[in-house]
């Protein structure tokens, strides 16, 4: 049983950062892949960042890719999303997950938080 725990999210403006952490509980964080998703309002729950047990390997959306990274610490039980550059289309509430295996898929992770908000204004 994991517990995940976001915060770190608000009002930022475009071309701001803001840096998400997920806190869990539970001993075996370690063994879990851990993604995070956003949702934005009339919208599809969306893949954003998924990262292995370890943090040796990291995966991106494309929409994401060379301004979001995921980084984890194991030791502290915490995953991360460093948000730069951001826009205002990446507005939405995000989650993190945690699940067996990595997928980009929502339905491949068992644990989820209850999400911060991310609002970024142009």
Do not use: H
Not at 3 to 8: A, C, T, Y
Not at 34 to 44: D, L, S, T, V, Y
């Amino acid at each position: 049983q994991v517990q995940l725990v976001e915060s770190g999210g608000g009002l930022v403006q475009a071309g701001g950062s803001l840096r998400l952490s997920c806190a869990a509980s539970g001993r075996t964080f370690s063994s879990y892949a851990m993604g995070w998703f956003r949702q934005a309002p009339g919208k599809e729950r969306e893949f954003v960042a998924g990262i292995n047990w370890s943090g040796s390997r990291t995966y991106y959306a494309d929409s994401v890719k060379g301004r979001f990274t995921i980084s984890r610490d194991n030791a502290k039980n915490t995953v991360y999303l460093q948000m730069n550059s951001l826009k205002p289309e990446d507005t939405a509430v995000y989650y993190c997950a945690a699940g067996t295996y990595y997928s980009s898929n929502p339905g491949g992770y068992g644990y989820w938080g209850q999400g911060t908000q991310v609002t970024v204004s142009s």
